[in-house]
T-cell receptor, first 109, second 112 residues
């Protein structure tokens, strides 16, 4: 079966760094997405990895290891507005997105 | 219209009633999707359409139907609503080849 695992909830302090991990087992792989979802809102795109390595975009970076079925999202210089859920999703061989349940990130002052 | 829109924003519905959730996009995306999102379960795909005139079943299709008469519109119909269909419903679209999905604002549906 297809499976995406990520922690249910994480807590971090404003100004700090946090890493949210995601492991996956899917039928085929055509890329991995990270989305941010604030409470009561729709998910919005953060990053996309299809090749191994680190993709950096401002305070956010995403890493992929296809051989390990592993990705992480790194958030630096945390701000209160980063409190949200972070969703990991993998595109399978049919170009369908398989979604993780999301990681709720709580930022404390 | 800019992007993807859904209607209604929220709805309370009596069990057994028929309901259609509307979704329209103006980005000329060929693929469209309907998800439901329940607490602790993440996004689950109900139905999808890779191009106008075709549809497919997702992970949780029972009790729902869709149609894709044209590129822009992808309505989701609950033929006879049940309380377990209480959820937040998101419509999304993408260029199939790229995969990045853009989401509508969601419809919060309560079935009593």
């Amino acid at each position: 079966g297809q499976n995406i695992d990520q922690p249910t909830e994480m807590t971090a302090t404003e100004g700090a760094i946090v890493q949210i991990n995601c492991t996956y087992q899917t039928s085929g792989f055509n890329g991995l997405f990270w989305y941010q979802q604030h409470a009561g809102e729709a998910p919005t795109f953060l990053s996309y990895n299809v090749l191994d390595g680190l993709e950096e975009k401002g305070r956010f970076s995403s890493f992929l290891s296809r051989s390990k079925g592993y990705s992480y999202l790194l958030l630096k210089e945390l701000q209160m507005k980063d409190s949200a859920s972070y969703l990991c999703a993998v595109t399978d061989s049919n170009y369908q997105l398989i979604w993780g349940a999301g990681t709720k990130l709580i930022i404390k002052p | 219209i800019a992007g993807i829109t859904q209607a209604p924003t929220s709805q309370i519905l009596a069990a057994g009633r028929r309901m259609t959730l509307r979704c329209t996009q103006d980005m000329r995306h060929n693929a469209m999707y309907w998800y439901r999102q329940d607490l602790g379960l993440g996004l689950r795909l109900i139905h999808y359409s890779n191009t106008a005139g075709t549809t497919g079943k997702g992970e949780v299709p029972d009790g729902y139907s869709v149609s894709r008469a044209n590129t822009d519109d992808f309505p989701l119909t609950l033929a006879s609503a049940v309380p377990s269909q209480t959820s937040v419903y998101f419509c999304a679209s993408s260029l199939l080849e790229k995969g990045e999905q853009f989401f509508g604002p969601g419809t919060r549906l309560t079935v009593l």
